[in-house]
């Protein structure tokens, strides 16, 4: 007995096409109609099992299409274990995130891992059941439909690029099935290997050196692009993408609503290129974007793609893709310059770089975040930084050495993650308010947390909240007392909740004011339709150059999101207030809730301030 409804149907009938086309290109005119067809049939029979109060759901998304881009819309990311304890317990914190206004939660990986070490849960080995010490697929559910009733979405990481190398696809690949050993990149000897790795990149060249890993079982080389645990799975063989659709919509089904692309970029490989951003990538988005529309249209898709600022926009979707790849895409560009503004104290590297970035589809958003669960790398191009007269490497080395402490005057406190001899990198850990000076005892740390959030907030897109960020923790100098954690430095910024039994709500206390402060700007951003994500982005040349000037275009008039990335007082010029047509009486600063202090025509913003102002008297 099926379920089919009209609007199914009608789903069906509009974006079959699209799909069969998306696969054409993929695997050719031969071979697409079958794998459409195979997914047609995935499609049906998960939507003929959706809940009903999940298709009420999509119907709500469908009639409401930007409840992500909208201003009174922001995120939480955590770990289930380290936020509250088991998805039982993530439920009973649920008013925690409602009262600080989150609309969506990021749990990180919650699928069964391997045993042992398994890169914080993305090495997955089962994809239909959630590891064991969190619960059971029951709790998902349930998580779901608390969540769902507080208003907020849940976010999963849908690791797509690899499995444990426990998965039971990668056993029966070690046992002989050639099919699953069809799932994989297996290479007899090192002939193809080499000439892949003459041009790959290493994403853990201290841990995981190398792509490729000798599995003595498999008498073979497998393409490990990240721990030799974490097997590369074959996005060429059409079954993969029939499986992946299954699994997503198998997920969707018990309540999740946004799914984390994790390493999307590296999921199409190409000899003599690095294996990352390939077209086809973009074209295997689309193919599963348009299976979950069909199936499950209140789903949407983020995209985890930690590339650099040129191939960052397709991932949103450019030309013929705008509005058919992912919904959400992590600002990489913007996250990264909000350290290097911080640490320069010059935003004129910021404004050029992201002057590059174009206009995401107004479908679409940015995640834009100052930092998540992972380190920091210094995606900086070497043409931005010539454009405005700064070595790269040199940059990029300052960066480092600031933010691990070594530059003379730093206030920062992180880690080095992952030193790269070969090209000089080095990556860093450390949680937002260590590296922002607070456990340096700098006494503009917490006015640095607030700016970087308060950046994140006003850009336009989607902000997301590291846990623990909002109460200014600290990195965790027991991170490697767990022998699975000792050799991944990453753990320093991945410390446990501080819940205190002592006061009513659980929260610790806000002694840097910085929950307070926090709070403060999400509740001035709802109320400001200026920030909706639809509204486009404009970063304009700084003219001081402290300070950062982003203008957000909406019909109500502009508002000028103005950061001074500095511990000096700075200047919003004159010009800037008479371009936009804001030099009138009715200026006024939604964060301080009052008219700008004005010298001759310009705006004053003290040491590390942010003002959003626009004209009160035109809305
Ligand atoms: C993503 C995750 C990172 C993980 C990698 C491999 O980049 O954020 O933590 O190591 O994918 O799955």
Same mark, same amino acid.
């Given at each position: 007995?099926?379920?089919?409804?009209?609007?199914?149907?009608?789903?069906?009938?509009?974006?079959?096409?699209?799909?069969?086309?998306?696969?054409?290109?993929?695997?050719?005119?031969?071979?697409?109609?079958?794998?459409?067809?195979?997914?047609?049939?995935?499609?049906?029979?998960?939507?003929?099992?959706?809940?009903?109060?999940?298709?009420?759901?999509?119907?709500?998304?469908?009639?409401?299409?930007?409840?992500?881009?909208?201003?009174?819309?922001?995120?939480?990311?955590?770990?289930?274990?380290?936020?509250?304890?088991?998805?039982?317990?993530?439920?009973?914190?649920?008013?925690?995130?409602?009262?600080?206004?989150?609309?969506? #939660?990021?749990?990180?990986?919650?699928?069964?891992?391997?045993?042992?070490? %398994?890169?914080?849960?993305?090495?997955?080995?089962?994809?239909? @059941?959630?590891?064991?010490?969190?619960?059971?697929?029951?709790?998902?559910?349930?998580?779901?439909?608390?969540?769902?009733?507080?208003?907020?979405?849940?976010?999963?990481?849908?690791?797509?690029?690899?499995?444990?190398?426990?998965?039971?696809?990668?056993?029966?690949?070690?046992?002989?099935?050639?099919?699953?050993?069809?799932?994989?990149?297996?290479?007899?000897?090192?002939?193809?290997?080499?000439?892949?790795?003459?041009?790959?990149?290493?994403?853990?060249?201290?841990?995981?050196?190398?792509?490729?890993?000798?599995?003595?079982?498999?008498?073979?080389?497998?393409?490990?692009?990240? %721990?030799?645990?974490?097997?590369?799975?074959?996005?060429?063989?059409?079954?993969?993408?029939?499986?992946?659709?299954?699994?997503? #919509?198998?997920?969707?089904?018990?309540?999740?609503?946004?799914?984390?692309?994790?390493?999307?970029?590296?999921?199409?490989?190409?000899?003599?290129?690095?294996?990352? %951003?390939?077209?086809?990538?973009?074209?295997?988005?689309?193919?599963?974007?348009?299976?979950?529309?069909?199936?499950?249209?209140?789903?949407?898709?983020?995209?985890?793609?930690?590339?650099?600022?040129? $191939?960052?926009?397709?991932?949103?979707?450019?030309?013929?893709?705008?509005?058919?790849?992912?919904?959400?895409?992590?600002?990489?560009?913007?996250?990264?310059?909000?350290?290097?503004?911080?640490?320069?104290?010059?935003?004129? =590297?910021?404004?050029?770089?992201?002057?590059?970035?174009?206009?995401?589809?107004?479908?679409?958003?940015?995640?834009?975040?100052?930092?998540?669960? $992972?380190?920091?790398?210094?995606?900086? @191009?070497?043409?931005?930084? +010539?454009?405005?007269?700064?070595?790269?490497?040199? +940059?990029?080395?300052?960066?480092?050495?600031?933010?691990?402490?070594?530059?003379?005057?730093?206030?920062?406190?992180?880690?080095?993650?992952?030193?790269?001899?070969?090209?000089?990198?080095?990556?860093?850990?450390?949680?937002?308010?260590?590296?922002?000076?607070?456990?340096?005892?700098?006494?503009?740390?917490?006015?640095?947390?607030?700016?970087?959030?308060?950046?994140?907030?006003?850009?336009?897109?989607?902000?997301?909240?590291?846990?623990?960020?909002?109460?200014?923790?600290?990195?965790?100098?027991?991170?490697?007392?767990?022998?699975?954690?000792?050799?991944?430095?990453?753990?320093? +910024?991945?410390?446990?909740?501080?819940?205190?039994?002592?006061?009513?709500?659980?929260?610790?206390?806000?002694?840097?004011?910085?929950?307070?402060?926090?709070? +403060?700007? =999400?509740?001035?951003?709802?109320?400001?339709?200026?920030?909706?994500?639809?509204?486009?982005?404009?970063?304009?040349?700084?003219?001081?150059?402290?300070?950062?000037?982003?203008?957000?275009?909406?019909?109500?008039?502009?508002?000028?999101?103005?950061?001074?990335?500095?511990?000096?007082?700075?200047?919003?010029?004159?010009?800037?207030?008479?371009?936009?047509?804001?030099?009138?009486?009715?200026?006024?600063?939604?964060?301080?809730?009052?008219?700008?202090?004005?010298?001759?025509?310009?705006?004053?913003?003290?040491?590390?301030?942010?003002?959003?102002?626009?004209?009160?008297?035109?809305?």
């Amino acid at each position: 007995m099926t379920r089919l409804d009209a609007g199914f149907e009608d789903r069906l009938l509009a974006w079959e096409p699209d799909l069969h086309a998306t696969l054409q290109r993929v695997y050719g005119p031969g071979a697409a109609r079958d794998v459409t067809d195979r997914l047609v049939a995935i499609v049906r029979a998960a939507h003929a099992a959706r809940p009903d109060d999940l298709r009420e759901l999509d119907e709500r998304r469908l009639r409401e299409a930007d409840w992500f881009q909208r201003p009174s819309m922001v995120g939480y990311a955590a770990y289930a274990d380290r936020f509250a304890g088991t998805l039982h317990d993530v439920g009973e914190r649920s008013s925690y995130l409602r009262d600080l206004g989150v609309g969506y #939660l990021h749990l990180m990986p919650l699928l069964a891992p391997r045993p042992g070490e %398994n890169d914080g849960g993305y090495a997955v080995m089962d994809y239909r @059941s959630v590891r064991p010490d969190l619960g059971a697929v029951d709790d998902l559910r349930t998580l779901t439909t608390t969540l769902r009733a507080e208003g907020i979405s849940l976010c999963l990481d849908l690791v797509l690029n690899h499995v444990a190398r426990e998965h039971e696809w990668a056993a029966a690949a070690r046992a002989g099935d050639p099919d699953r050993r069809a799932y994989f990149h297996v290479y007899d000897d090192r002939e193809l290997p080499d000439a892949y790795e003459a041009s790959l990149p290493e994403v853990f060249p201290d841990f995981a050196p190398g792509n490729f890993t000798w599995d003595d079982e498999l008498a073979a080389w497998v393409w490990t692009t990240f %721990n030799d645990y974490q097997w590369d799975v074959n996005w060429s063989n059409p079954a993969v993408l029939c499986e992946y659709a299954d699994i997503i #919509l198998a997920l969707a089904n018990l309540g999740v609503e946004v799914f984390r692309l994790d390493a999307i970029a590296f999921i199409w490989k190409r000899l003599g290129t690095t294996c990352q %951003n390939q077209p086809e990538v973009h074209e295997l988005t689309r193919a599963l974007r348009t299976v979950a529309r069909i199936a499950a249209p209140a789903v949407v898709f983020k995209a985890e793609a930690i590339v650099g600022p040129a $191939d960052l926009p397709a991932y949103l979707g450019v030309g013929d893709h705008a509005g058919r790849v992912s919904d959400l895409a992590y600002h990489n560009g913007l996250m990264v310059q909000i350290w290097s503004m911080l640490a320069s104290g010059d935003t004129r =590297l910021a404004a050029h770089a992201l002057q590059q970035v174009p206009q995401p589809p107004s479908t679409t958003a940015w995640a834009t975040y100052v930092r998540c669960h $992972d380190d920091i790398g210094w995606a900086i @191009s070497d043409e931005d930084a +010539h454009a405005v007269g700064i070595d790269p490497y040199a +940059h990029r080395r300052f960066l480092s050495d600031w933010y691990s402490g070594a530059h003379p005057g730093s206030w920062a406190r992180g880690l080095v993650f992952q030193q790269n001899e070969a090209t000089g990198d080095r990556r860093i850990s450390g949680t937002l308010a260590s590296l922002a000076g607070l456990e340096a005892g700098d006494p503009d740390a917490a006015a640095r947390i607030l700016w970087a959030h308060a950046v994140i907030l006003g850009f336009g897109g989607l902000p997301l909240i590291w846990m623990g960020d909002e109460l200014g923790l600290l990195n965790d100098q027991g991170w490697a007392d767990d022998p699975a954690h000792a050799a991944d430095n990453r753990w320093v +910024h991945r410390p446990m909740m501080p819940w205190d039994p002592a006061s009513a709500s659980g929260a610790h206390d806000d002694q840097h004011g910085i929950g307070a402060g926090l709070r +403060h700007l =999400l509740d001035v951003r709802r109320g400001l339709p200026h920030l909706h994500a639809a509204s486009p982005t404009e970063v304009w040349d700084p003219r001081d150059p402290g300070v950062l000037l982003v203008v957000r275009r909406h019909p109500l008039g502009p508002l000028l999101a103005a950061s001074n990335a500095t511990g000096e007082e700075a200047w919003v010029a004159a010009d800037v207030l008479h371009w936009l047509g804001l030099h009138t009486d009715g200026l006024h600063d939604a964060i301080s809730e009052s008219a700008p202090e004005l010298r001759e025509g310009a705006v004053r913003l003290a040491p590390y301030a942010t003002a959003w102002l626009y004209d009160s008297g035109a809305s």
